[in-house]
């Protein structure tokens, strides 16, 4: 069983900057695609960026140009940089990590307010 924690949320004002992290346990995460995810009150959970094994990334429009996602395979870590924050982006931000298609592994999230 994998097992995702994440950290670094927080509240933040508009304009500021915060780094999420997730760390994963087991051997093979470099072999995972992983993702943040995020989830507003009252809304559904939406894609917020991925990361391939191979370190290829995909952004939400909304994000584009303000947030980053890496990885540090050696920590068995994502992260995902996130700049230019707005109060639109408050949420709780989870973690997703894909050994396979098939499957999906989630973290227990992490709350982002953004608010002056």
């Known amino acids: 069983q994998v097992q995702l924690v994440e950290s670094g949320g927080g509240l933040v004002q508009p304009g500021g900057s915060l780094r999420l992290s997730c760390a994963a346990s087991?051997?093979?995460?470099?072999?995972?695609?992983m993702g943040w995810y995020r989830q507003a009150p009252g809304k559904q959970r939406e894609l917020v960026a991925t990361?391939?094994?191979?370190?290829?990334?995909n952004y939400a429009s909304s994000v584009k140009g303000r947030f980053t996602i890496s990885r540090d395979n050696a920590k068995n870590t994502v992260y995902l940089q996130m700049n230019s924050l707005k109060p639109e982006d408050t949420a709780v931000y989870y973690c997703?990590?894909?050994?396979?298609?098939?499957?999906?592994?989630w973290g227990q999230g992490t709350q982002v307010t953004v608010s002056s």
């Open positions: 997703n990590g894909k050994p396979a298609s098939w499957i999906s592994y």
């Open positions: 087991g051997s093979i995460f470099a072999a995972y695609a």
């Open positions: 990361i391939s094994s191979g370190g290829s990334t």
